[in-house]
């Protein structure tokens, strides 16, 4: 018994390995992105071409993506959130991480990944794009008419604020 790599916690054969054998085909948004970690961690590369969108299809270089999921060390993957991509719906998006190693560096995949439904009713990768960053303050912000934050007992407005 091997855990699957998508992070289920479930049996490979269970989860993601009949999508990887082509016996089946993923009913959700969140069950193809998932399979499609799978796919880099156990060299399933065919797969990945496959389960791409044939309108994004052009610019897939299978030879690159296979040296990559290679060359990298893959750590795990979080789903964080998923939007539509039911069995009943035609789009979905699926916000993930993917932590991996490559030449000895940690690195962290964040993206916003896009499913569509194909003509023939099957899931597809359609794109992604990463999330902007969240606003991070670690001062509290001063108002115009606070007290200056440097001391000097003026208004923030006719101080450090001009």
């Given at each position: 018994m091997?855990?699957?790599?998508?992070g289920?916690g479930?049996?490979?054969?269970?989860?993601?390995?009949?999508?990887l054998?082509?016996?089946?085909?993923?009913?959700?948004?969140?069950?193809?992105?998932?399979s499609?970690y799978?796919a880099y961690v156990?060299?399933a590369i065919?797969?990945l071409?496959?389960?791409?969108h044939?309108?994004?299809?052009a610019d897939?270089?299978e030879?690159?993506?296979?040296r990559w999921?290679?060359n990298?060390a893959?750590?795990?993957l979080e789903?964080?959130s998923t939007q539509?991509?039911g069995?009943?719906?035609?789009?979905?998006v699926?916000e993930?991480?993917?932590a991996?190693?490559?030449?000895g560096?940690v690195r962290r995949?964040h993206?916003l990944?896009?499913?569509?439904r194909g003509?023939?009713g099957?899931?597809y990768?359609?794109?992604?794009?990463?999330p902007?960053p969240?606003?991070?303050r670690h001062?509290?912000?001063?108002g115009?008419?606070d007290?200056?934050?440097?001391?000097?007992?003026?208004?923030?407005?006719k101080?450090c604020?001009?």
């Open positions: 091997t855990d699957c790599p998508c289920s479930r049996d490979l054969q269970a989860c993601c390995g009949p999508y054998a082509a016996e089946r085909w993923p009913e959700t948004a969140e069950a193809l992105m998932r499609r799978s156990e060299g065919a797969y071409g496959k389960t791409l044939p309108q994004s299809r897939y270089d030879a690159a993506t296979r999921a290679e990298a893959w750590l795990g789903v964080r539509n991509g069995p009943d719906a035609e789009e979905g699926v993930f991480i993917a991996f190693k490559e030449d560096v995949h993206e990944a896009r499913f569509t003509d023939d099957r899931w990768y359609a794109d992604g794009q990463t902007k969240e606003t991070v001062a509290q912000k001063v115009r008419n007290p200056c934050p440097c001391g000097s007992g003026k208004k923030y407005k101080c604020g001009r």
